[in-house]
């Protein structure tokens, strides 16, 4: 109602590290292992795995570190500042389209796998509008009800990944693991290439740096975010060798709801753990989908500063809902899969890095200008 | 939402005004004449049979004057003895300024104070004060007699507790703010009274320790009791209704109690307490979800046990809520998710009920509704007769007629029991009507439902505000300090004197009275 000094929608730096990961933690871990298992040999995988993660962990490092020379400034006005205003527009205009496309793809994805694990004969456009109506419901909100949701449910996914991991201990081999070292270069290259794939979405940083209140802790917490995540993907990486195997995990579509399949939970009330899996596992997903509307959103504002934010949502919901029903089958999404992953990575890498040089070459921004 | 509301409530508050600026036209005045001020206040409040007009003349002086009360809401004990005897017995001359010489040395009453504003006297006389009337003089004494009948203090029969005080807050604030003063011995509790209640003038009292407090948050309470625009405040909820953050939402921010410790023990965290004159609820803002699922058990009983009470709790609500949809979804959409034996004996128990499950839920959830509702309307008395029913004809006979499943029967129950082990009853309610949300989604996208239903449960209340502080505190913004108080309870000793999410920057923190200081030294 009022503003009181409880009521600001700055965030602290601790909201990043879990925004963090709760955007780069959607479908991409679903399938993670499988591709990665096409590429390299064996359990060869956690070389690429930490590479990928070291070159995500590097960029996240070098975003937040640009953004923390420019405290409390909004990304068009530290983009103008360092590539003119036309050119500003330009990238928050391919920002907008990545998040567009971002979140479309999880609307798509979300009807896909509850296909597979939920139900089969509800249509894949009712599933996905019911998903997508939370996710609308969500970004209406404040931003930083948003980082709220961040917070409340990234200890629900962690927690179900290493129980899930607990309990797959039972089916472990090692055997699957050994022998080392046995993938070529080209393996390691395009695995890295993969792994790296996964790690997308540390462009949102770029958005949300300018509402923090604490900026210059943001680089040290950014990269804690990211590392917990590579953890995460390491573990979650190894669990499906050992327990499925080399071979079997490249075939398997999503290995990582698979290893729910295969788990049993002592005492097994539930039979089936893989829906219950994914029933939670959409949370995150979600937070995934929510994320790359809101910064849509924010970068939309930025370009049309007068238009209500409602108004922004209820133009663009339409649009991202059209988008996510062009893929027709799994397979063409799969495709659509690749394209926003390297897109949600080329775009920020060189926009970060065009940053940088031009950063060198002109210098900071002073306060009020 | 709020655009439309503060609209609403502005808008409202401007015509009232303009509504007082008309009735001021014609107001009675008191004037000299004895006789005419009691034709007065006869008219205005319509010589009621309880009005007592007493006239006397007093000794000695030989005066005439008058006492003007309200029986029933008087001490008349006190007007008897140390008001009534005292004038007619009265023995001294006075020379000049009669009344206030009466008031000094003949009127035997601590609170007393000089008017002569008819409409003073009036709201006086009807909150049971005494009047006394001086014939000459234009001047009126206001006697603070106001006492009667009042319900004694007793144990709050809402919040039991099986170890904590034992006292509840009574109709009469007076009490109420004496049950607190006690508590709390320290020269910084504030109590700021406000009248609401348009035409009722009602007093209502907020409370808070000034440097516990912060500023912002009492004057934002303030600055809301003020816009209240009621003619008539029955109870605390309508000051509740009135100015919590978002009036649409099914979850409460302000939290309600009626015992006094409660209270004292928020007021000492920084919050704000408020006491509505003839309701035994206070209110107390700012709430989050945490307060709603804490007892004063929790910290009564020994951290370990209180702990797991606290984790109860939270699956209470989470039971409370989804229970039922849960149960429909795995019966209907995942009946391969259930171990066998179980997903048998379920089938075998549901065959011959003529409904699909979510109406089996359904059905069962109003009839526990109406069960309820019948119940709190019963007297003590016939109340059991509700249980016989509720728990024979429904249980067993519904199950035997095979219009419901035993494993409904179950489900509804423990449902109707996890509510009732919510401590705040505001909440439970509205989780209670989340509950049917949550039924309809697990009936059309089962598990999925569920889980679209708690995404959004979660999206409402982080954007949920209870006077500026995140309905989901310790979590949602996240408080590391308060964690220790959140789902778990912490060993006493380790416990965090002030919640963090209610204190004050450091740099206020300097400005404040000694109290916090003090507080950090230690």
Not at chain 1, 196 to 215: E, K, R
Request: proline share 5%; with cysteine.
């Amino acid at each position: 109602m009022s503003k009181s000094h409880f009521a600001d929608d700055r965030i602290q730096s601790l909201d990043i590290m879990v925004a963090l990961p709760s955007i780069v933690i959607g479908v991409g871990i679903l399938s993670f292992p499988s591709t990665l298992a096409q590429s390299t040999k064996f359990a060869d995988g956690w070389v690429v795995v930490i590479l990928g993660g070291l070159i995500s962990i590097f960029f996240t490092w070098a975003v937040t570190k640009l953004g923390a020379k420019f405290p409390h400034q909004s990304f068009y006005s530290y983009a103008s500042h360092l590539v003119s205003k036309p050119v500003a527009s330009i990238i928050i205009l391919l920002f907008s389209l990545n998040g567009i496309f971002l979140t479309a793809f999880e609307v798509s994805m979300i009807g896909f796998i509850s296909h597979q694990y939920l139900f089969e004969q509800t249509p894949r456009e009712v599933v996905s509008i019911a998903f997508f109506l939370a996710v609308i419901y969500a970004v209406a909100g404040s931003r930083s009800g948003i980082f709220r949701i961040n917070l409340l449910f990234s200890p629900l996914i962690f927690l179900i990944s290493f129980i899930l991991i607990f309990f797959s201990i039972n089916f472990m081999d090692v055997d699957h693991l050994l022998p080392l070292f046995k993938t070529g270069m080209d393996g390691y290259v395009e695995g890295t290439i993969q792994s790296a794939l996964s790690y997308s979405g540390f462009g949102v940083l770029f958005f949300y740096i300018a509402f923090v209140c604490d900026p210059e802790k943001v680089p040290k917490r950014a990269v804690a975010g990211m590392s917990s995540v590579v953890c995460l993907y390491l573990f979650i990486y190894l669990t499906c060798i050992a327990v499925f195997g080399h071979a079997p995990t490249g075939e398997i579509r999503w290995p990582f709801i698979e290893l729910a399949q295969s788990v049993e939970i002592p005492g097994g009330f539930f039979e089936r753990i893989e829906a219950v899996f994914f029933t939670i596992w959409i949370t995150a997903i979600f937070t995934t989908a929510m994320i790359g509307f809101d910064i849509t959103i924010l970068a939309l504002q930025m370009i049309f500063p007068k238009r209500d934010k409602i108004v922004l949502i209820f133009i663009l919901a339409p649009i991202i809902f059209f988008i996510s029903l062009l893929p027709k089958n799994y397979m063409e999404n799969h495709y659509f899969d690749i394209f926003i992953g390297y897109v949600s990575w080329l775009l920020p890498m060189i926009v970060v890095i065009l940053f940088w040089i031009m950063y060198r070459i002109k210098g900071g921004l002073e306060n009020g200008k | 939402m709020t655009r439309r509301s503060l609209f609403r409530r502005s808008k409202v508050k401007s015509a009232m005004k303009r509504d007082n600026q008309e009735e001021t036209i014609n107001e009675p005045k008191i004037t000299t004449d004895l006789d005419e001020n009691m034709k007065t206040i006869k008219d205005v409040l319509g010589n009621p049979a309880d009005l007592v007009v007493r006239e006397l003349i007093i000794g000695e002086i030989e005066t005439r004057a008058a006492i003007v009360y309200l029986s029933g809401i008087t001490e008349e004990d006190l007007l008897n003895d140390n008001i009534m005897k005292a004038i007619q017995q009265n023995l001294k001359r006075f020379d000049d300024d009669l009344l206030e010489n009466i008031r000094k040395e003949v009127i035997a009453v601590t609170d007393i104070k000089n008017s002569n504003d008819f409409d003073d006297v009036c709201l006086a006389v009807l909150n049971g004060d005494s009047a006394f009337y001086l014939d000459g003089s234009q001047e009126v004494l206001l006697m603070g007699t106001s006492g009667g009948q009042n319900r004694s203090i007793e144990e709050p029969d809402t919040e039991t507790l099986i170890r904590g005080p034992r006292d509840g807050f009574v109709e009469s604030m007076n009490t109420n703010m004496a049950l607190i003063r006690r508590d709390i011995k320290i020269p910084n509790l504030r109590f700021e009274q406000h009248t609401v209640g348009g035409r009722s003038k009602q007093k209502l009292v907020v409370c808070h320790v000034e440097g516990l407090a912060h500023p912002e948050l009492v004057e934002e309470v303030n600055r809301r009791i003020k816009s209240i625009d009621l003619d008539y405040v029955t109870d605390s909820s309508f000051v509740e209704q009135w100015i919590e953050d978002s009036f649409l939402s099914p979850f409460p921010q302000v939290l309600d109690t009626e015992r006094p410790d409660v209270v004292s023990a928020s007021v000492m965290q920084g919050k704000v307490g408020i006491i509505v004159d003839g309701s035994p609820f206070a209110l107390i803002a700012p709430m989050t979800f945490n307060d709603g699922l804490s007892s004063p058990e929790d910290y009564t009983q020994r951290w370990l046990a209180a702990s797991s009470l606290r984790l109860l709790r939270f699956l209470a609500a989470f039971i409370a809520i989804f229970l039922p949809g849960l149960y429909v979804a795995l019966a209907t959409f995942h009946p391969g998710m259930i171990p066998s034996t179980l997903a048998y004996s379920i089938a075998a128990s549901r065959e011959g009920v003529p409904f699909p499950a979510v109406i089996e839920a359904i059905l069962m959830a109003l009839t526990f509704e109406l069960l309820h509702e019948a119940g709190i309307r019963l007297p003590n008395v016939i109340g059991q007769t509700i249980g016989i029913v509720g728990g024979l004809v429904i249980g067993e006979a519904a199950v035997n007629a095979g219009i419901v499943s035993p494993i409904m029967v179950i489900i509804t129950a423990l449902t109707a029991i996890a509510s009732f082990s919510i401590p705040s009853y505001s909440l439970s309610m509205g989780l209670r009507t989340l509950r049917f949300i949550a039924l309809l989604a697990a009936g059309t996208l089962g598990l999925y439902g569920i889980i679209l239903v708690f995404i959004m449960i979660v999206a409402h209340i982080v954007n949920l505000k209870s006077f500026g502080i995140p309905y989901t505190a310790p979590f949602g913004p996240l408080y590391l300090q308060d964690l220790k108080d959140g789902i778990i309870r912490v060993p006493m000793t380790d416990l965090p004197r002030q919640t963090a999410h209610l204190k004050m920057s450091d740099a206020e923190f300097e400005h404040a009275p000694n109290e916090k200081r003090k507080n950090k030294k230690r």
